[in-house]
């Protein structure tokens, strides 16, 4: 059974930096693109970053750049979002995905941490 569980989240002032982290367990980690997501309330879910099942490739949304750093250490299954600069705007669930693309898209989720950012 494929899971993947976030934590890190929590209560940040604005200005200030958190990571969170996402374990996977029951899959091939290292084959897998890793990629964060957020959604926050009455908005649609949301791509914050990606990095690619080797970790050389990593994107963010334009929002995110500059400020936001995905990384990945298959050693332990996990994928890392430290996030600087944090704004109130930045908060919602944010989501761990584990995609592969084979013949077909495989996709798993985590249950989402929540990042509040608030004075």
């Known amino acids: 059974q494929v899971q993947l569980v976030e934590s890190g989240g929590g209560l940040v002032q604005p200005g200030g930096s958190l990571r969170i982290s996402c374990v996977g367990s029951g899959l091939r980690f290292s084959r897998y693109a890793m990629r964060w997501y957020r959604q926050a309330p009455g908005k649609e879910r949301e791509l914050v970053a990606s990095i690619s099942s080797g970790g050389d490739i990593t994107n963010y949304a334009d929002s995110m750049k500059g400020r936001f750093t995905i990384s990945r250490d298959d050693a332990k299954n996990t994928v890392y979002l430290q996030m600087n600069s944090l704004k109130p705007e930045d908060t919602a669930v944010y989501y761990c995905?584990?995609?592969?693309?084979?013949?077909?898209?495989?996709?798993?989720w985590g249950q989402g941490t929540q990042v509040t950012v608030s004075p």
């Open positions: 995905n584990a995609h592969q693309s084979l013949l077909y898209d495989v996709d798993y």
